[in-house]
């Protein structure tokens, strides 16, 4: 009971947070929300299968670039559920097309699947519809914005927490280690892996939907940005992919020095954070929860 | 109709060079590079400055431009990959520490050329004289683009093909935990293979900066095309990465010329599914 109750009341300061802060401090924690649940999202089928996608952004521009077309046509809540299904039906295509083969292939398509739908929805905004660049006018305040991160990175958590007690988790970590010997124990490999693919799609293109109306304006060249699928990785990798609270360990550190970077050297943070993201593939492997777990266990060693 | 099809041959060719590359780096280094199109890039700039401020041709231009790619990747492979060779403990974790790790790199050099050079489209002008061949007219930076492509293409198969260093090469790429039984230093084979496939990227450049308009960012682009190209023809297959080199520079020339130029990477990624659906092991790879 104590862990539940001692969540409610962190989500509650939390909530209660935009409410005391100023714009600047509300803007900053929506943007970290943001990517607290894109790393978490992320982790969640790339973690436990150890298949590195690099389509989070094209996930998140699909959910931005859905509000954009839609917002004025459809009610804000059914907007959101397009996006959903969207998103949802675009990972279904992809991981049924990739995730029966070795994962490279799944790596290499993901890492241009989002130049794909960029090039693909420039040509179509340009050649059928005309118009490329669409603003937003919906009556949504940061922290309204940051309400609904704040949920959905809720439950994106239970989700976790609800997997790691399930078989489907024991199925997926199985995977993770040896892909042949899951398949002998009797996992459906290609339906486990495509259906947490498609879910962990499905958060991510929410994210990029809910946080569209920040810009008022949107083209395809701001929402399908590579950084955002770079970012992401990094957050999950420095706090541990494999676990459920890494990619949050993870994100507030770097969000914020993300922040400060491209405030202070705009024009060389890919270079700072590319050098960091090359550290941490070799320094933290795993990340920085299972680095303190084995430092924790030998210190404990050495004291028995 | 014959004008496509030396500019297809022109673009496909120039794909073939650069895939070859990747090909050497994935399939006998077996390090899968992310960066790869953004070492293309950086030759292509390169090739630019050289062009642009010692007013130096681009053919004259490989002779440094090469070098440099060669010395570049030999460097990132002793500095960055050698030790994940050595932490991991088989191809699979090796696939995925390299991936990782060469994404930053892409970011790093895409970061670097962008304080260098800024994120407009960049071009030159050479050799850009109308030649007529049986009717079709064509640049002469294209032809000369695509000769360049088949004599460098031409020299690394019988390189490989031909020499018994060819044959260690081809040694570790068919298996790297044998290869040390007949007496192969795999570390250095490999390291020899991923410089060599930097070399090839970064002539590839120079080749692109001849006839192409390109950024900063285009990078992921190519290394992209050059996966698909590798994939296409079998992991670790020259003549493989040549044909299917080819094809795809034929086919994005057909559909930018015959539908519409902006749906050129949506042909690529839909005969990339149509493989991976139909023959995951490549044209030319044996199935697994």
Redesign the interface.
């Known amino acids: 009971m104590k862990p539940f109750l001692f969540g409610l009341l962190v989500i509650g300061l939390l909530a209660w947070a935009p409410l005391v802060l100023n714009d600047y401090g509300t803007g900053l924690l929506l943007g970290l929300t943001g990517y607290a649940t894109l790393a978490t999202a992320w982790a969640m089928f790339s973690g436990p299968t ?1 298949y ?1 996608s ?1 389509a989070t952004v094209a996930f998140f521009g699909i959910g931005a670039y859905t509000v954009a077309v839609l917002s004025e046509t459809l009610p804000y809540p059914l907007v959101l559920v397009v996006a959903a299904l969207i998103g949802l039906s675009v990972s279904l295509v992809v991981g049924l ?2 995730l029966r ?5 799944f ?3 993901s ?2 699947l989002a ?2 739908v960029r ?2 929805v ?2 179509y905004e ?2 059928v519809t005309g118009t490329l660049g669409r603003y937003i006018f919906l009556p949504l305040e940061a922290r309204h914005i940051y309400w609904q991160l704040l949920a959905l990175l809720v439950l994106t958590l239970l989700i976790g927490i609800y997997m790691r007690k399930s078989r489907i988790w024991l199925a997926l970590v199985a995977v993770g280690d040896d892909e042949v010997a899951a398949r002998h124990a009797g996992v459906d490999v290609t339906r486990t892996k495509l259906a947490l693919f498609a879910l962990s799609a499905t958060i991510i293109t929410l994210v990029g939907a809910i946080q569209a109306p920040r810009w008022t304006y949107v083209e395809p060249t701001i929402v399908f940005n ?1 950084t955002i699928s ?1 970012l992401t ?1 990094v957050m999950a ?1 420095l706090g541990g992919a494999g676990k459920l609270w890494g990619p949050i360990v993870g994100a507030i550190p770097l969000f914020l020095l993300f922040e400060w970077l491209s405030a202070n050297f705009p ?12 550290l941490i ?2 320094a933290v ?1 795993n990340g920085i929860l299972a680095r303190l777990e084995t430092l924790g266990q030998r210190r404990k060693g050495e004291a028995q | 109709m014959f004008e496509h099809l030396i500019n297809g041959l022109v673009l496909g060719g120039t794909y073939a060079l650069v895939a070859m590359g990747l090909t050497l780096q994935y399939g006998i280094a077996r390090i899968m590079n992310l960066s790869f199109g953004d070492t293309v890039i950086a030759a292509a700039f390169a090739a630019y400055v050289l062009f642009t401020a010692l007013g130096l041709s681009p053919l004259l231009s490989l002779l440094i431009v090469v070098p440099a790619g060669f010395a570049f990747s030999y460097g990132i492979f002793s500095l960055i990959m050698r030790p994940l060779v050595r932490r991991s403990a088989n191809s699979e974790a090796l696939e995925v520490d390299s991936i990782l790790a060469t994404f930053g790199l892409l970011f790093v050099i895409q970061g670097v050329l962008l304080v260098l050079f800024g994120g407009n489209f960049t071009s030159y002008s050479y050799l850009n004289v109308p030649v007529d061949i049986l009717g079709a007219v064509v640049a002469l930076n294209r032809l000369s683009a695509l000769i360049l492509a088949a004599v460098l293409g031409g020299a690394l198969v019988l390189l490989l093909m031909r020499t018994r260093w060819g044959l260690r090469m081809r040694a570790v790429a068919i298996s790297a935990s044998s290869a040390p039984l007949v007496g192969i230093n795999v570390i250095q084979t490999s390291r020899m293979a991923f410089a060599i496939g930097g070399a090839l990227a970064a002539s590839g450049g120079v080749v692109i900066s001849m006839y192409q308009t390109f950024t900063v960012t285009s990078g992921v682009v190519f290394t992209m095309k050059a996966l698909i190209v590798v994939i296409m023809g079998g992991k670790g297959s020259l003549p493989g990465a040549l044909a299917a080199g080819l094809i795809l520079g034929l086919v994005e020339t057909f559909v930018a010329a015959y539908i519409d130029p902006g749906l050129t990477l949506a042909s690529t990624y839909l005969i990339f599914l149509a493989l991976l659906l139909l023959r995951p092991s490549g044209l030319f790879g044996k199935a697994s």
């Open positions: 150890r590195v690099l097309a990739t083969l070795a994962g490279v292939y790596v290499i398509f890492f241009g130049e794909l090039q693909t420039t040509w340009v050649n590579p770079f990785l990798l024009n060389h943070y890919s270079i700072i954070l590319g050098g960091i993201f090359i593939v070799f492997p």
